[in-house]
């Protein structure tokens, strides 16, 4: 299923509740988990490169509203349930989830509709984080860029940052279209030789949606559903999400850090 499954957390919960009482694979397209970027970062934080994660920041900007039809469906809360956190801001929240390892436990957040069309979501929002480990984080998304045109194949369209702290070291990546380029550097006794490193990450051309690693996230998930691998996702990894954008919109709208269940 495309992100989100549904308007909301409850909405997401009952479709994956019909899929695992039929016994049908339900994935959720968090493709960019394919991107050789993100596999670098979560194999760096994995292997304890970092040590115990300390903060999280992360920065998605893209081009604004008017660039992308106010008439959208996507633009109005009955359809949508929410604005740029429901529909792009989730893949980033889902990255930061996928790369730590570790689970967002509660959110304060702030939204808001600044973009001057007349629509009803959110389309800036500020997040902060704490983790299941005591880690901090945040998440700055937005429709803001006024220069950049509009389209999903537009590779100008995005400024996007992700930082991961840790005891030992940190790994940011920067790029105006898709995480390709790796900083990282690290006092662990393995970096010993060579502690920062930079790693050059492009994305192999192909037509498809998110390139030769977007086709590779369809192939896994259709190996999956006929029984001989493992998809990428699940229903459950959208459903998390869905619950971290759902206390985020509760959040800003009755000023309180809201705590999430967690698997």
């Known amino acids: 299923a495309e992100k989100p499954i549904g308007r909301t957390a409850a909405d997401t919960e009952r479709v994956i509740a019909v899929a695992e009482r039929t016994g049908v694979r339900l994935g959720v397209c968090y493709q960019n988990r394919t991107l050789p970027a993100v596999q670098l970062m979560r194999s760096l934080v994995g292997d304890g490169l970092i040590g115990p994660l300390i903060s999280v920041e992360m920065r998605m900007i893209t081009t604004r509203v008017a ?79 006024a220069l950049s045109g509009g389209g999903y194949h537009n590779k100008a369209g995005y400024d996007t940052y992700g930082g991961f702290n840790g005891q030992l070291g940190r790994i940011t990546w920067n790029s105006p279209s898709s995480p390709i380029k790796i900083f990282a550097e690290s006092i662990h006794p393995a970096w010993a030789t060579a ?69």
């Open 67 to 145: 660039a992308r039809n106010p008439r959208n469906w996507l633009f109005h809360n009955a359809h949508a349930g929410g604005g740029i956190l429901s529909w792009l801001g989730c893949h980033y929240i889902d990255m930061i989830r996928y790369v730590t390892g570790d689970e967002i436990v509660a959110v304060s957040a702030e939204v808001a509709t600044r973009s001057g069309e007349a629509i009803d979501v959110e389309d800036v929002a500020t997040l902060t984080f704490r983790f299941r480990s005591g880690a901090v984080g945040s998440l700055h998304a937005g429709y803001m860029m």
């Open 195 to 263: 502690p920062q490193r930079t790693f050059d990450l492009p994305l192999a051309e192909s037509p498809a949606y998110g390139g030769v690693s977007g086709e590779q996230f369809i192939r896994d998930f259709i190996r999956a559903a006929q029984g001989t691998g493992q998809a990428w996702t699940t229903g459950r990894d959208a459903l998390q999400v869905a619950r971290i954008v759902d206390a985020a919109y509760e959040s800003s709208r009755t000023g309180r850090r809201i705590e999430i269940a967690t698997p």
